[in-house]
């Protein structure tokens, strides 16, 4: 009789303990499965700062899409590009001008530059001094000194009438900027670094 009863609850154990094995693997495999995939916008080609239009970018399931990427073709197209993008790359919100994050006190000043080929000289992050020359017989004046270039020309770009770029500004420089475009013609001094040889 006894030896019936623990014959019974040996097996009963031996049950529980197969079914807690069970659950335990169970519980495993879904606390260690991989997250489906999420699609993000990728560049479609190399792409240099700019307007972003539908045919730059495609959208491709990442398994760790990094944070700020953008999913939809909606939410990019139109939106200003403010540096160099590698074909394949995820688009995130930091490299829209919209996003940028300006240190305290600055603001995005778009400025057109008079030589494109100068303008082309130019990368996000460059430092400049802008000058404007409202005649040829006067000496031309600076009127922003030390501003970091945010956005770039196209250097295939090719406009007889100036190339856009985007600067950080004080709303000081913004405001001396926007009246000299009026009726001067701007160029460009390239700050160099100072350990340069």
């Known amino acids: 009789m006894i030896q019936s009863w623990l014959s019974r609850y040996g097996r009963r154990r031996r049950l529980a ?4 094995a069970a659950i ?20 479609a080609r190399d792409l240099l700062p700019g307007p972003l239009t539908p045919s730059d970018l495609h ?3 990442l398994n760790h899409p990094p944070d700020g990427a953008v999913r939809t073709t909606t939410a990019a197209a139109g939106r200003y590009l403010t540096s160099p993008m590698r074909r394949g790359e995820p688009l995130t919100d930091a490299r829209l001008l919209d996003s940028y994050r300006l240190p305290p006190g600055l603001v995005a000043t778009p ?16 430092r400049i001094n802008v000058l404007a020359a409202w005649e040829e017989t006067h000496a031309a004046r600076t ?26 500004t004080t709303p000081t420089q913004a405001a001396e ?4 475009q009026a009726s ?14």
């Open 177 to 180: 900027l926007a009246a000299a």
């Open 17 to 20: 303990a197969a079914t807690l």
């Open 143 to 168: 009127i922003a000194e030390d501003t970091r270039v945010i956005t770039a020309a196209d250097r295939q770009q090719d406009d007889s009438h100036g190339t856009l770029i985007v600067l950080a």
């Open 184 to 197: 001067a013609r701007l160029s460009i001094t390239i700050i160099t670094d100072p350990d340069y040889q």
């Open 24 to 43: 335990a693997v169970v519980a495993a495999y879904f606390a260690t499965r991989p997250s489906p995939p999420t699609t993000v916008l990728v560049a």
């Open 111 to 126: 400025v057109r530059i008079s030589d494109p080929e100068a303008a082309k000289l130019l990368s996000p992050g460059s």
């Open 59 to 61: 959208p491709v399931p």
